[in-house]
T-cell receptor, first 113, second 112 residues
Framework: DQQVKQNSPSLSVQEGRISILNCDYTNSMFDYFLWYKKYPAEGPTFLISISSIKDKNEDGRFTVFLNKSAKHLSLHIVPSQPGDSAVYFCAATPNSGNTPLVFGKGTRLSVIA | DAGVIQSPRHEVTEMGQEVTLRCKPISGHNSLFWYRQTMMRGLELLIYFNNNVPIDDSGMPEDRFSAKMPNASFSTLKIQPSEPRDSAVYFC??????????FGQGTRLTVV
């Protein structure tokens, strides 16, 4: 049973527009959430995170929103750039020491120039 | 720091052969994770170590898979015997701060 779900395998967005990637989770113990970005033939790299005590975290063009009651988070990229084309993984972990991240299956974002 | 280093980057082997994947974590990190990426299952955790001690290996698919971490700077993932369904990209990651894992570039394994 997938505890972290990314229901959209792919997303296409025009350059300059907003990209919205969604993620749902089922485990109520999760309290720290991260987004990773992955280019082909490379490992995932950390992008942005959010703790459950917040509902929004912003870093430049990237903003993550958390809705705890709905067990839903989203990543907004504004404005989208061709270099943002990659696979984005949502990940979560509970507040119990250095436990592993649980990942979704990823969403492939294509930003079209 | 050079980051997490994995070797080899690519491995092609015949069914039934032994395969050993290697990982050097970031110096000072106290947790190490092995993940496998497939189209069907995405990124799934195989096993993780805290302070060189295996904590949870429930993600290891079968007894054919084993992992060791003899010291803080080295870990191996071994598959013996390998099967075609083991073909995937295997990632090693390490971390110090909760949740912020750093990944290696991965080993693409093809079993023919």
């Amino acid at each position: 049973d997938q505890q972290v779900k990314q229901n959209s395998p792919s997303l296409s967005v025009q350059e300059g527009r907003i990209s919205i990637l969604n993620c749902d989770y089922t485990n109520s113990m999760f309290d720290y959430f991260l987004w990773y970005k992955k280019y082909p033939a490379e490992g995932p790299t950390f992008l942005i995170s959010i703790s459950s005590i917040k509902d929004k975290n912003e870093d430049g063009r990237f903003t993550v929103f958390l809705n705890k009651s709905a067990k839903h988070l989203s990543l907004h990229i504004v404005p989208s750039q061709p270099g943002d084309s990659a696979v984005y993984f949502c990940a979560a972990t509970p507040n119990s020491g250095n436990t592993p991240l649980v990942f979704g299956k990823g969403t492939r974002l294509s930003v079209i120039a | 720091d050079a980051g997490v280093i994995q070797s080899p980057r690519h491995e092609v082997t015949e069914m039934g052969q032994e395969v050993t994947l290697r990982c050097k974590p970031i110096s000072g990190h106290n947790s190490l994770f092995w993940y496998r990426q497939t189209m069907m299952r995405g990124l799934e955790l195989l096993i993780y170590f805290n302070n060189n001690v295996p904590i949870d290996d429930s993600g290891m698919p079968e007894d054919r898979f084993s992992a060791k971490m003899p010291n803080a700077s080295f870990s191996t993932l071994k598959i013996q015997p390998s099967e075609p369904r083991d073909s995937a990209v295997y990632f090693c990651a390490s971390s110090l701060i909760r949740g912020r894992a750093f990944f290696g570039q991965g080993t693409r394994l093809t079993v023919v």
